[in-house]
């Protein structure tokens, strides 16, 4: 069942309420094509745009948070590597097996291989070794759902904190 977008969803930023539904749309795209025999090379391939266009996404909405002086913006920052820590396995694992549907994918976020420098223009914060390193192993099925939850968490929840900031910033400016 694909994401739908509801207004209730909306953070109150044109341009960042826009790129939310795009990543619906790509999220969307993956639980397809993982329902089509041969889908394995369409997920991976969404999964690549995915990716990139987290990338994008989460450099935009962070310009924003600073500009705002949004007073979450490290957590939320962190939040974003953690999501794209999972994204990257997620990919490497599509890369190293990509005939074995059901071979687990280990989603810790402790991976030295893992890179996204590229990310943040900034330098990255420190990661807390005491956050949950919990492994998860799912099958591609279950990705799927990771992805969904991410997506969803990530607009649903992060980013409704920032909505809030927002309010107050635009009710503090009017004054």
Known sequence: MPILWKEEMSVGIEVIDNEHKYLFCLVNSVELALKLDDGQKLMQMFLDQL???TK?????????QRKMGYPLAKQHHEEHQEILNQLLELKKHLQESPAETSKSVDLSSEDDDLSVEDYD?????ETDTETDTETQDVNLEEIVQLLRSWVLDHVMVSDMKMKTHLKK???EKRK
Request: proline share 10%.
């Open 56 to 64: 994008q996404h989460f450099r935009h909405e962070e310009q924003i």
């Open 121 to 125: 223009p900034y330098a990255s914060p």
């Open 51 to 53: 990716l990139d266009y």
């Open 169 to 171: 910033v635009i009710k």
